[in-house]
């Protein structure tokens, strides 16, 4: 049943970013303008999850079981064990997404980056120290090449 509402959720997702997607600016005349790789990410996004929808139908109407034959509370609490990881882990990029133009992309992304690591990976104190280093190199490597490279601006937020 989790995999059903994850993926019609993915669905609308993807809709979301591809209607979105043609609203950058076009910086030269070429064929393919900056909302192309985006939208056929999409496009992938949508039909990977139609798949699953309906690979998570099919398996749902063969099992011919109840969801809700220990009751409906143990139903949920089965649920939030299995998908509490995910529910985390939107809740972090929510509020990446919602701190990126007010603290900017350098600091925004390193929290981003900290946090998801050790939300998902091990909590040994080597591993804060690795996840710190690893947040700091991927994040002034991603902002160096896109702003030197590709001429893309991030946002700066309220420190710069």
Known sequence: ????????????????????SGDFPQLNETHLDPGSYPKLLALLLFLLSL????????????????????????????????????VYSLVILGLYILLLNVLGFIISSIAFIIAAGLLIGPKK?????????????????????????LYVR???????
């Open 154 to 160: 991030f946002p700066n937020g309220i420190f710069f």
């Open 1 to 20: 049943m989790g995999e059903i509402v994850i993926g019609i959720l993915l669905i609308l997702l993807s809709a979301l970013i591809y209607f979105n």
């Open 125 to 149: 104190k080597k591993d804060l120290i690795t996840i710190s280093i690893v947040s700091f190199v991927v994040t002034f490597g991603v902002y160096f090449f896109f702003e030197n490279v």
């Open 51 to 86: 798949i699953l929808v309906i690979k998570s139908s099919v398996n749902l109407l063969k099992s011919k079981t109840s969801l809700f034959d220990s009751g409906i509370k143990d139903f949920l609490k089965k649920q939030w064990k299995e998908y509490k990881l995910v």
